[in-house]
């Protein structure tokens, strides 16, 4: 099987979610949740053949893979040299079923004939325990049953499971059902069942997208982003993930490899903000509830990160039977993350909080008592915002008084002074625009270098980070400030690499960065727009489009050089920057159609 690298699509339901690659080989699937033990782990399982499932098609010479419009469901087309097809389809069930949304820790794949006479052979070979390949099965009716000590997988199939087991080849004459998931007997008819999940998710996702508001320019880049933001949703209980995978390593042989199947609280602010903007007010308002709950107990100290269920412990260890992406770990399970101070999450909630109080669509505005728990925040961001933390870029080794920490503190102080003002509430107003003040006058004062003519990662250094973009959409300093487009100038000279941006470019635990983070581009792209340098914003805005795979995803981090995608995946913060930033440069709806 070829090396695709990160050119997977990502199929889900609010509950589970899964990788296909454009041969139709399914390389990761945690169940029963995003976090959960990966059923199928080839991704990461280097070179040894185990923890996936696929269609061998015997002389395939193409393939085509895509996903229907408008949906999370993927259509691949594999065609043998004789000129005989196959498709097959993916997804995981996801519709209104008994007045509640059906979404089981399910996978399904209907594979069909299209011409001539294709000889497939089906491959089921599971996995458990990070990287333990499952030895026993039982075979029964119409299902094969894989259990080992801590998980049990069935395979419900109409295809011949004598030729599953033996992964013995066959002609394909007829279309064949499989549905992978708990060890439940399957109701039903499995043919009809699988037509009628396979229709019914397939009209949910085209019926959630026509309720999305969305601008005239790239509307199916946006879409795509849109429904990946959903399918990173764990809906029970409302958190959304970083991305799905762990451990795909930022650039190669460099040690940084990291679990992001899990919720960042800092993530809150741009993704309720994406979120917003496509009229997406369901996802976020659960999200918000999500992170509110977290922050109900005012006596706990919040982490940066938690579980998709916050009470789940994210201690982080290896898992010593998978070798990694491409053979290159460690993989890690849990993250080390959740015990460090990172002060801007604060501030994160407060601001994610916001459309609570202002968006006149949701059922549920904000009122007094949900202020006074945001207060609680405010007060910890107040006391916190000048002292050392470890930084929104997670630095293991090193506590510094970081800039963007500290205005993400100051923006929290600053919105419950308006949102105080909003509800009436004078001297609460006066009190938190008396708190955030002394802050905002600290951070520009101090994170200057004068030397430098920019902006600074931390007080007292001379060192760039591309989190500073974000001071103007903050509300800290305007984007007509000098000082702001001398920074964006010194970001230019010393972090773009081949139109991308790098974080930072300063050496830190682990050495000089290599890779550039996506997210910085749509940071650095919305910094052009509001310097009034639009075309610059546009043509990079399209030149990023195009580092998407070719089903329109993209990961945490991108090679300068070779254009290839690093980091895990997909990547709920990169596709929250391209909404946003397509929503910020796209040409109205007005000029462009009602115009005409």
Not at 3 to 29: C, K, M, S
Not at 299 to 314: A, F, H, I, K, M
Not at 323 to 340: F, H, K, T
């Amino acid at each position: 099987m070829r090396d695709y690298g990160l050119d997977l699509a990502v199929i889900g339901n609010g509950r589970t979610a899964a990788l296909v690659d454009p041969d139709a080989r399914i390389v990761w699937w945690c169940f029963p949740r995003f976090d959960g033990d990966p059923i199928f782990c080839r991704l990461l399982s280097g070179d040894e053949e185990k923890g996936f499932s696929d269609v061998v098609l015997d002389q395939m010479v193409d393939q085509q893979s895509e996903y229907l419009r408008n949906t999370a469901v993927v259509s691949t087309v594999l065609t043998d040299a004789r000129g005989g097809a196959v498709r097959i389809t993916d997804f995981a069930p996801r519709f209104p079923r008994f007045g509640r949304m059906f979404r089981p820790p399910q996978l399904m794949r209907i594979i069909e004939p299209l011409s001539g006479l294709p000889r497939i052979t089906i491959r089921f070979r599971p996995a458990c325990n990070y990287g333990e390949p499952i030895q026993h099965h039982s075979i029964g009716s119409n299902h094969i049953r894989y259990s080992a000590e801590n998980n049990v997988i069935r395979l419900t199939t109409d295809a011949p499971l004598s030729y599953i087991e033996r992964e013995s080849p066959f002609v394909l004459t007829r279309p064949v059902h499989l549905a992978f998931g708990a060890d439940e007997p399957f109701q039903g008819d499995l043919l009809a069942t699988c037509r009628e999940f396979c229709d019914r998710t397939r009209d949910y996702w085209v019926d959630w997208v026509r309720g999305l508001s969305i601008s005239y320019d790239w509307q199916d880049a946006i879409i795509r982003a849109a429904i990946t933001l959903k399918l990173s949703n764990f809906e029970e209980t409302g958190g959304i993930v970083a991305a799905h995978t762990t451990s795909i390593p930022e650039a190669p042989g460099s040690n940084r490899t990291w679990d992001y199947r899990y919720c960042w609280l800092r993530d809150a602010y741009f993704v309720v903000k994406a979120l917003n903007r496509i009229g997406a007010t369901e996802t976020m308002e659960e999200f918000i509830s999500f992170t509110l709950g977290i922050a109900a107990n005012p006596d706990e100290v919040l982490q940066p990160v938690y579980s998709v269920v916050p009470t789940d412990p994210l201690e982080e260890r290896i898992a010593p039977k998978l070798q990694g992406y491409r053979g290159d770990g460690p993989v890690r399970i849990g993250n080390a993350a959740a015990g460090q101070p990172q002060h801007d999450v604060y501030g994160s909630l407060i601001l994610a909080a916001m459309p609570m109080f202002y968006d006149r669509r949701l059922p549920r505005p904000g009122d007094e008592s949900l202020f006074r728990l945001l207060e609680t925040l405010g007060t910890k961001a107040a006391q916190l915002a000048l002292e050392p933390d470890a930084g929104i870029w997670e630095y293991r080794g090193r506590r510094r008084i970081h800039t963007h920490s500290a205005a993400m503190c100051w923006a929290g102080c600053h919105r419950l002074a308006a949102i105080a003002a909003r509800l009436g509430l004078d001297d609460r107003a006066a009190y938190w625009t008396a708190a955030a003040d002394p802050i905002g006058e600290a951070v520009v004062e101090r994170a200057w270098n004068e030397e430098r003519k920019a902006f600074t990662a931390a007080f007292g250094t001379d060192e760039l980070d591309a989190s500073l973009l974000l001071l103007p959409d903050l509300g800290l300093i305007d984007a007509e400030d000098t000082r702001f487009a001398s920074t964006v100038a010194a970001m230019e000279r010393e972090l773009v690499r081949e139109k991308h941006v790098m974080r930072y470019a300063s050496a830190d635990d682990f050495g000089l960065p290599v890779t550039a983070f996506l997210i910085c581009r749509f940071w650095l792209i919305d910094a052009f727009w509001l310097l009034g340098r639009r075309q610059e914003a546009r043509d990079l805005f399209v030149d990023a489009l195009n580092h998407r795979n070719r089903y329109g995803l993209l990961s945490e981090d991108v090679d300068p050089q070779s254009g290839a995608l690093w980091g895990n995946f997909p990547q709920t913060y990169s596709m929250a920057g391209l909404i946003l930033t397509a929503m910020r440069l796209s040409r109205s709806w007005e000029d462009r159609y009602w115009r005409g």
